[in-house]
């Protein structure tokens, strides 16, 4: 592959890829995730795949949408942050073991603290969501996708 695949020359060549990916994130979307949720989920895996594109990406993205950054600096230390509902802290629990799968199971206490917070149909749209923004994340890191951030 080569060093760098812009993503214009991944849009252009992977279409149906690209609409598929983003079917999914709308459908969970319109299922009634909250959207304030879903920046934290995927600027949460972001922050976990080392995806500086995505977390450029999202951290505007939610701040654009109301969130405070305040909360978005603590993000990483969540479990020590009192600024999250406890919706939110099993959504990041959530994203975080099926984001590091591989080092680790999801026990069932956490399958319970999700059960808690969320309906069935949430449930699955939170998982969706996990599954999508990993899936960008390696996309985005494969291809070697930059932000753009200011110099000054």
Do not use: K
Not at 33 to 47: K, N, T
Not at 102 to 116: M, Y
């Amino acid at each position: 592959m080569q060093e760098h695949v812009s993503r214009a020359d991944f849009y252009r060549l992977q279409p149906a890829l690209v609409q598929g990916l983003q079917s999914t994130q709308e459908a969970v979307q319109a299922a009634g995730i909250e959207p304030g949720l879903i920046h934290l989920v995927f600027l949460r895996a972001s922050q976990l795949n080392g995806c500086a594109f995505c977390q450029r990406m999202h951290s505007e993205e939610a701040r654009g949408d109301g969130e405070r950054q305040a909360r978005l600096d603590v993000l990483p230390a969540w479990r020590e942050s009192p600024g999250f509902s406890e919706r939110e802290r099993a959504a990041l629990a959530w994203t975080e073991a099926l984001t590091l799968l591989a080092e680790s199971d999801v026990d069932q206490s956490l399958r319970d603290r999700v059960r808690a917070s969320f309906s069935l149909e949430e449930q699955l749209s939170l998982t969706s969501l996990v599954v999508v923004i990993n899936g960008w994340n390696r996309i985005v890191l494969s291809c070697g996708f930059r932000p753009e951030i200011d110099e000054g």
